[in-house]
């Protein structure tokens, strides 16, 4: 049974452990929230016999062999590492970290302390998404690449009346690409590699984060072509094309439908069942990493994770997009 702690006790800490629960070789053993008061009350409700406000007394304890990482995205690579020094192994919430300055120290720990970092991106353990990598070689030469996640956020509505709250807020490393964003760029990372160049346009917020915007990435040849916001919605597929058809993909950030849409008319349904919580996936990759004693995932690869931080720290140099985290040092 591998022992875990918790950082962060927010609704997606809640989808987590409801997966968790599914998938065997798990156990909830302490809650790390920023106040001692909300740690117990979580700890108490999930179960959890040990409760902190330190993450640093949580790591050295040794009553947790893995953690899983729910902070805000600007404390993801200080409480990863402050983990990994004490052999504790780390599942980190998307986006990893605050840029690839910070991830590249975070895989350092990894090694240095001989742990397994692993970002959770749940969408590439999928099996819709190994569909859709098991028949990308069906449609012909790769010319395009295309995902859309635009979701408006409730959040916007509390932003326009004055109230900034986290995921509009710079401080915490937030905003429309590294929250919408990564879910189109991720993919495309690891079923075509690094681009060869990354041009990107974006609508910044006076608050200092982005609402919207969009990416073109450049292969060889082909092109993906990334659209995101957080104030605006679309209902638009995401899509692969080939030259002799093309891969039309549900929801490129969790692929509920997978099919081929032929040249000639065919249409071929590669969707896969999945289970209701997709992060259930994840976990068994990370689960079995640690009981393998394998150092990192062969999908969510440190070089894929890092491939992504590096685009989207391109994309807000080219947006004039700024976080104090960019300044620090881990």
Same mark, same amino acid.
């Given at each position: @049974? ?7 006790? =927010? ?26 008061? &909300?740690?117990?009350? $979580? ?26 990482? +729910?902070?805000? *995205? ?9 983990? @990994? ?13 605050? =840029? ?24 590439? $353990? ?16 790769? &010319? ?18 004055? =109230?900034?709250?986290? +995921?509009?807020?710079?401080? $915490?490393? *937030? ?25 990107? *346009? ?39 094309? %080939?030259?002799? %058809? *093309? ?29 209701? =919580? ?13 009981? &393998? ?38």
């Amino acid at each position: @049974m591998i022992r875990f702690g918790i950082i962060g006790t =927010n609704w997606i800490t809640e989808s987590f452990l409801e997966a968790a629960r599914e998938c065997g070789d798990f156990a909830l053993t302490a809650i790390y929230s920023r106040t001692e008061e &909300r740690a117990r009350q $979580f700890a108490d409700k999930h179960g959890a016999p040990h409760a902190y406000s330190d993450v640093e007394a949580m790591a050295a304890s040794g009553e947790i062999d893995a953690v899983y990482i +729910a902070s805000p *995205n600007s404390f993801h690579a200080e409480h990863a590492i402050a983990c @990994m020094k004490h052999g504790v192994h780390v599942l980190c919430e998307k986006p990893v970290a605050s =840029n690839a300055a910070e991830l590249r120290a975070m895989i350092a720990a990894a090694r240095s302390y001989n742990v397994v970092l692993m970002e959770a991106m749940k969408s590439t $353990f999928l099996p819709n998404f190994q569909a859709i990598r098991d028949n990308v070689s069906s449609i012909g030469k790769i &010319r395009r690449y295309f995902a859309s996640y635009c979701q408006y956020s409730s959040r916007y509505d509390a932003y326009k009346q004055g =109230n900034v709250l986290n +995921a509009f807020n710079p401080v $915490f490393s *937030n905003g429309a690409l590294m929250d919408l964003g990564i879910y189109c760029i991720y993919p495309a990372v690891v079923l075509f590699g690094k681009p060869d160049s990354v041009q990107a *346009n974006g609508v910044l917020l006076e608050s200092g984060v982005d609402g919207e915007g969009s990416l073109l990435l450049r292969y060889p040849d082909m092109d993906a072509v990334i659209m995101y916001s957080k104030i605006t919605h679309s209902s638009l597929p995401s899509e692969i094309q %080939g030259e002799t %058809g *093309n891969i039309v993909i549900g929801k490129i950030s969790q692929p509920e439908t997978v099919e081929i849409r032929y040249r000639d008319g065919t249409v071929e349904d590669l969707t896969r069942e999945q289970a209701d =919580n997709t992060m259930v996936y994840e976990i068994k990759e990370f689960l079995g990493l640690i009981k &393998r004693g394998e150092s990192e995932s062969g999908v969510n690869t440190f070089e894929h994770s890092l491939w992504t931080m590096e685009i989207m720290d391109e994309a807000r140099r080219q947006m004039g997009l700024v976080y104090p985290a960019d300044a620090g040092s881990v």
